[in-house]
């Protein structure tokens, strides 16, 4: 049987932490929609993580969150600026465009995931003309799909040209958590222009949950409409909302990343393979013909050839020194 302990941190199991607050929401009545009083606690330790003022809502996914979040300060003629390999390019199905009506994204380049400052000048300065969509908002990635951290500096180069032109600004936080474990403060990001923020649950080790942080208070009219039309506003909203109260009352949320990231330091040190990108987070991509990745699926490790050509992988919350030993030697075997 193939084992998938590297192929994303989406495999792994939720956390005990997680799961004991799933159990416990789980007894007696409450309010639907999100209304009931673990999502009012939920939601405040998610602003008191951010040390922010701000509409929080629960999510069943990553899709459903930074897709109706995009669409939220564009309209349908308008166009996102993101990276050319983020998630919400290159892996929603053409979600935004759904959920936005018809709202574009525009690709930008930049290494190991981040943008480069300097690609953000040609679509800024564009003229609206009638027929290409217009720039409405930037979308950001912090951990990227590289495994790399935007510093508070970083973001702060890209976000500041964006505000100064008037238009949103969106944080994809799936691993928002690893960023935080490397070293990036999460405390900065409403002082950085951000109007909505999604924090990630799923790849952090929670059943399917994501937070959508809503800086901006204009957006938040009529937010949880949007969400019932896109099918995101369950009735049971508690079993949404429980797990971050698992993963955010002890501490439980950084201390799994910070282990997830641990794990992936561990691997790049074994790894016989050239690294391709900085290891600053939970993942190590590397370089590998695809013969070799073909001789490490036969011996049972299964993991994901990614978008640049590199083999990607993940660590978790779940990730063993003896699983990060056990593929070292794997690894060791067919190089």
Known sequence: ??????????????????????????????????????????ADLVRAMLDADAEVRFVASGTAAHTISLAAPCRPFESVLAHHHAHVCTDETG?????????????????????????????????????????????????????????TAELAALTAPVK????????????????AAAGFDVKAIAGLGVDILVVGGTKAGMPPTEAVVIFDRALARRFDARLKQAGQLP???????APFIGMLQDGA????????????????????FKVAHPVQANGVFVEMDEARLRALHASGWFVYRFLDGSVRFMCSWATTAEAVDELGEALRRIA
Do not use: C, W
């Open 1 to 42: 049987m193939a084992r998938y302990d590297f192929a994303s941190d989406n495999t792994a199991p939720a956390t005990p932490e997680a799961m004991a607050a799933l159990a416990e929401a789980n007894t007696g009545f409450a309010s639907g929609y999100g209304s009931d009083p673990g999502s009012a606690r939920a």
């Open 95 to 151: 979600a935004p465009g759904l959920f936005g009506h018809g709202l574009g994204l525009t690709p930008l380049a930049g290494a190991s995931g981040k943008i480069a400052p300097a690609a953000l000048a040609e679509p800024l300065g564009a003229p609206d003309v009638s027929y290409r969509q217009p720039v409405a908002a930037l979308s950001l990635t912090n951990a990227t799909e590289y495994g790399t951290v935007y510093s």
């Open 164 to 179: 100064a032109k008037g238009y949103g600004v969106h944080l994809d936080g799936a691993r928002l958590a690893n960023a």
């Open 235 to 241: 009735s049971k909203g508690r079993f949404y909302a």
């Open 253 to 272: 949320l950084d201390r799994h990343a910070a282990h997830a990231n641990a794990m992936a330091t561990r691997l790049a040190a074994a790894m016989p």
